[in-house]
């Protein structure tokens, strides 16, 4: 499997540009796209076609993605990044499509028992530390039927690669300039404590409970409302809210 991936590593077709037709079907499709003063549209479909000609998309399990998937893909994908630049995106050179959820085995060791646990996981993405990103085209799709849900699984796995540019999934991206690491502390530590208290108490949370699971699916989880549920995200949790606006610019549905 190495091996394949590695093939494809640099499988993006240098040739493909997106046509007026192309990004007109887009807007119609994403809401989120289409809420985008038009300076910034254009600024996204340039990272789009960057995505397209330097990027693996690799549909698996029969599924079959034409130009206009593969449009919606690469502008979902580059949505997180529009203000800080393509080069965010950096590291990795696929992404893997399957037509639904995917299972994957995972495995715990216990260090201080020594028992290893196995269990089997549903995903709607998945992003590896060094390798691909990993979507579930149903998810994708049911993501653009309702975009101001709060999910937002490609948002979701952008943020996983963003957090890991500066070596460690751990919540704390690399950050640009005008944002300053310890305002992001300050703003998501007692956020992610309030939340993990709110989990263990049984207590109904603000935001999806997920968020509670680790600092890095904190970050990723309030990502997936700053691009679809901005104005919950800013009652429910203020300071992470603006932080979020301040590291990715602001909010489509703000």
């Not at 639904?100 to 260090?111: A, I, M, P, T």
């Not at 590896?128 to 993501?143: F, K, N, T």
Request: charged share 25%; aromatic share 10%; net charge negative.
């Amino acid at each position: 499997m190495f091996n394949w991936f590695r093939r494809l590593r640099d499988a993006g077709d240098p040739s493909f540009a997106i046509d007026d037709a192309g990004w007109a079907a887009l807007r119609r499709r994403a809401a989120a796209v289409a809420r985008l003063p038009p300076a910034q549209q254009q600024t996204l479909r340039g990272l789009a076609q960057q995505f397209l000609r330097r990027k693996a998309i690799s549909p698996v399990a029969g599924l079959e993605l034409g130009p206009g998937e593969r449009i919606q893909l690469a502008a979902l994908a580059c949505l997180p990044v529009l203000r800080l630049g393509y080069d965010w995106l950096d590291g990795w050179h696929q992404l893997i499509v399957y037509p639904g959820q995917f299972g994957v085995r995972r495995h715990h060791h216990d260090e201080d028992t020594g028992v290893v646990s196995e269990w089997d996981d549903e995903l709607a993405g998945e992003a590896w530390d060094r390798g691909p990103v990993i979507l579930s085209w149903a998810d994708v799709q049911a993501d653009l039927d309702e975009p101001e849900a709060g999910f937002n699984v490609v948002a979701h796995e952008i943020a996983h690669k963003l957090d890991v540019l500066d070596g460690v999934m751990d919540g704390t991206p690399p950050f640009p300039r005008g944002v300053r690491r310890s305002d992001w502390v300050a703003a998501f530590q007692p956020a992610y404590d309030a939340l993990c208290a709110a989990v263990d108490a049984g207590r109904e949370t603000p935001i999806d409970p997920y968020a509670a699971e680790a600092p890095d699916e904190f970050f990723a989880v309030v990502s997936e409302y700053h691009f679809s549920a901005p104005d919950l995200l800013t009652e429910a949790m203020p300071a992470v809210a603006r932080q979020l606006s301040a590291f990715y610019g602001p909010s489509p549905f703000a």
